[in-house]
């Protein structure tokens, strides 16, 4: 295959959270990172929690967590406003935790793709460019036609490396929703990397508040159709080593996906607070107020929570597998 992280990365992931539990192994690690002393084979060095230099992947996981690309808008003679995007597949190399690097197929060049926000009743053309080696879609969660649902065999199919598309169809329905690769085999396509968050908001909008992008996923680094690293927003520990930090009192507003393959079920669970929870964001009254819920793959949830209490909160799957490989980080409530 000669793409991604060799089966002697891995061990190196598991040296950066030693045989000590989630907790323990933490007490060691934020407060003191070092800058991805790694060496060329992928191993750690002793001593140091390594973490992965956003410079290589050319894309953040702080600035992404934050970042919502609304595309440009025109409006029409009718008053109707279209929204348009650009989005181009390639194939990439990223660093998935300190020194695993995973052979990743990207949109935009970066995993997940970018955070596609609409507003409802819009008309929204998404312009693929496949610029990848290999035969991709675009499908998306929504209400449109079958031509263009981005599956093979139906309506334009697989966009052939070199080839582009235009997927057309109006915001509907309002909530938080995904679009991933449809290509097969479904599940590769997906595992490496051709995923991303999809909002369309209401016609009045939400209620202010930060809002947070966090994208559950996993990487199979050596082919065994099982994840060897667990990661919100792909890099493994991101916000365990720069919190995301959030003020007290105000609203936060989180939209959570989960994307992960091979595993059936993936949680999210947060220290020291509860939140509302509006199932695929497409009803304004929570159904639910929980300190963690459980989503299947492609399940989205939007939650919402005030910190009443500065420090700093865990948040992470409940599942301590994933957590203890990456899946884990901190909020840092500040005044
Ligand atoms: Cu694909």
Redesign the pocket.
């Given at each position: 295959m000669g793409a991604g992280a060799t089966a002697a990365s891995i061990p190196a992931l598991r040296a950066l959270m030693p045989d000590q539990g989630l907790h323990d192994a933490l007490a060691a690690g934020p407060a003191e990172h070092h800058h991805g002393h790694v060496s060329h084979d992928g191993s750690a060095h002793a001593g140091g929690v390594g973490r992965v230099d956003p410079r290589v992947n050319g894309f953040d996981p702080s600035e992404l967590v934050r970042g919502f690309d609304q595309g440009r808008t025109r409006r029409l003679a009718s008053g109707r406003t279209v929204r348009e995007w650009e989005i181009v597949?390639a194939d990439k190399e990223i660093e998935v935790a300190p020194g695993v690097r995973f052979a990743a197929?990207t949109y935009n060049g970066r995993v997940p793709g970018p955070t596609l926000r609409a507003r409802e009743g819009e008309r929204l053309r998404v312009r693929f460019v496949n610029g990848s080696h290999?035969?991709?879609?675009m499908h998306f969660h929504g209400i449109h036609t079958a031509d263009h649902d981005g599956v093979p065999g139906v309506g334009r199919g697989l966009i052939e490396p070199g080839g582009s598309f235009v997927y057309e169809f109006d915001a509907e329905p309002v909530g938080f929703h995904h679009y991933h690769?449809h290509?097969s085999p479904l599940a590769e396509?997906i595992a490496?990397g051709?995923y991303g968050a999809f909002i369309i908001d209401p016609k009045r909008g939400r209620p202010d508040a930060d809002e947070l992008v966090l994208v559950q996923n996993g990487f199979d680094t050596n082919f065994d159709r099982e994840n060897e690293v667990y990661a919100v927003n792909t890099v493994a520990f991101a916000y365990a080593h720069d919190s995301i930090r959030v003020k007290r009192g105000e609203l936060v507003r989180i939209y959570l996906l989960n994307i992960l393959e091979f595993d059936p079920l993936n949680s999210f669970h947060i220290h020291g607070n509860f939140f509302h929870r509006f199932p695929t964001g497409t009803s304004p009254e929570p159904t639910e107020f929980t300190d963690i819920i459980a989503q299947v793959q492609g399940q989205r949830d939007v939650l919402e929570l005030r910190f009443p209490f500065i420090g700093k909160y865990m948040f992470h799957a409940h599942k301590t597998e994933f957590a203890e490989l990456g899946w884990m980080g901190f909020f840092e409530v500040v005044d």
């Open positions: 597949a197929w290999h035969p991709h879609t690769c290509a396509h490496k051709l």
